[in-house]
């Protein structure tokens, strides 16, 4: 008999980053040891899905990420696309997505050497139930005082074009390369309802939903298994409970069960 589980809780790993924070907020356990910036959790090996929570204190560098077809033509398995869904937000606090005209490779390259990329960079206010795409190419960087949870591609290439004067690697030749560096496109952004169930990105690599406890409808689609990330109450697949600050993989997705009250995103791969 094949009692092979369907569904598994994702270990929880800390990453720190210069930019993160000494305490993490509730439900995670405040105590870090060191500047926490990301929590991941990793999929088996057969989901090219990663699910991060991402804590920032200072803003993060101004960045971008390359295409698959461009990844690959410099070694790389897979380009990175990628999208946040925000948990809380300070009162002043701004995501920085796209540019406020356009830049071409060698105006960008100009810019992020001298600093001026940062007052070329729009910079969006921010709150808590926004989602937000990042296709490949996008210039972004996340401010600081933001707690969101990133589902991506499971790659991890990211090309910093300025970092505020950290000393971290640049990566000003790739990075401009791949840049499409233009203002951000509207349809990128959306407000979440979080009384309703609602497909929020159907893209070349990922699809992306949130769910109500009392509308389960858009997992129909779901073939190859989800990435489940409770938001608030419970949420069961094929037997295992996670809650919110932890991420379920569920092969099955027909065995979910959010109870009352429950809200979670799920991210899954377009075959």
Known sequence: MDVTMKAQKLDTIRVEKPWGVDRLPPPFDARTGGRVGEIWFRPPQSNPLLVKYIFTSERLSIQVHPDDRQAQARGLSAGKEEC?????????????????????????????RSGAIEAL??????????????????????????????????VDVTYRLYDYG??????????????????????????????????????????????????????ADVRDGAMIVPLSGTVKADGVTAQAGECLWAEDVATIEAGAGARFLAGWHKP
């Open 84 to 112: 946040w869904y925000i948990l809380d937000a300070e009162p002043d606090a701004v995501l920085g997505i796209g540019t406020l005209r356009a830049l071409g490779e060698r105006e960008l390259a100009d810019t992020a």
């Open 121 to 154: 960079m729009e910079w969006h206010p921010v709150r808590a139930n926004m989602f937000i795409h990042i296709p490949p190419g996008t210039v972004h960087a996340i401010g600081a005082g933001v707690t969101l949870v990133e589902i991506q591609q499971n």
């Open 166 to 219: 950290r000393p971290r690697e640049l990566h000003l030749a790739d990075g401009t390369a791949v840049a499409m560096a233009a203002p951000m496109s509207r349809d990128l952004c959306r407000q979440v309802d979080i009384a309703e169930s609602a497909l929020l990105l159907d893209s070349r690599h990922l699809v992306v939903a949130h769910l109500n406890a009392n509308d389960l409808s858009p997992l």
